[in-house]
């Protein structure tokens, strides 16, 4: 049972290129999350998706698409990726209401 | 005012002692409460989640909930080298389908 896997573990990327975020989770979870997270920011949302077929909009948006494939995969797309992207980015998925994420390992991405 | 806070620390804690960790929140509507814990590089893990007033022990771990003064607790007791992290408080209002994370707290077990 691996739980949330998040795929690359590292990228660089130059300004300007496009790049797609993998995650899948076998846990059955309606819900799953994009994340990212900076030094003294905490972890930021980006986008989410409460079941399959939807998703919605989170706290730092800008310059990022996603797609929700099917009930286990949830990738994160930067279309145009800039320096201000550089960072750890999450993806996490939840079974209901009253529980918690389960995280993925996070991609380290720096944009130069 | 944020919505979850946390002491960013770094808090120092000499080891065999008590952590106390502490999170305030601001919406009174929330119901879930949940402690993750995140060593450096890697992703959080959840070690404690609570719903009710009062304590919950799992082990070394106590989480603690006084939701009239909207404050969550985490105490790690017989504190250990290995509990050098940084710890997550997080909350949710039931029926919101996202977990809201306060800043965290840098927890050093001094040996």
């Known amino acids: 049972n691996a739980g949330v896997t998040q795929t690359p573990k590292f990228q660089v990327l130059k300004t300007g290129q496009s790049m797609t975020l993998q995650c899948a989770q076998d846990?059955?979870?309606?819900?799953m999350y994009w994340y990212r997270q900076d030094p003294g920011m905490g972890l930021r949302l980006i986008y989410y998706?409460?079941?399959?077929?939807?998703?919605d909009k989170g706290e730092v948006p800008n310059g990022y698409n996603v797609s929700r494939l099917n009930k286990r995969e949830f990738s994160l797309r930067l279309e145009s990726a800039a320096p201000s992207q550089t960072s750890v980015y999450f993806c996490?998925?939840?079974?209901?209401?009253?529980?918690?994420?389960?995280f993925g390992s996070g991609t380290r991405l720096t944009v130069v | 005012q944020k919505e979850v806070e946390q002491n960013s620390g770094p808090l120092s804690v000499p080891e065999g002692a008590i952590a106390s960790l502490n999170c305030t929140y601001s919406?009174?509507?929330?119901?879930?409460f949940f402690w993750y814990r995140q060593y450096s590089g890697k992703s959080p893990e959840l070690i404690m989640f609570?719903?009710?007033?009062g304590d919950k022990e799992d082990g070394r771990f106590t989480a603690q909930l006084n939701k009239a003064s909207q404050y969550v607790s985490l105490l790690i007791r017989d504190s250990q080298p290995s509990d050098s992290a940084t710890y997550l408080c997080?909350?949710?209002?039931?029926?919101?389908?996202?977990?809201?994370f306060g800043t965290g707290t840098r927890l050093t077990i001094i040996p």
């Open positions: 997080a909350v949710v209002h039931f029926g919101n389908e996202k977990l809201t």
């Open positions: 998706s409460a079941s399959e077929g939807t998703t």
């Open positions: 919406d009174r509507g929330s119901q879930s």
């Open positions: 609570i719903y009710s007033n």
């Open positions: 846990m059955n979870h309606n819900s």
């Open positions: 996490a998925s939840r079974t209901g209401e009253s529980y918690g994420y389960t």
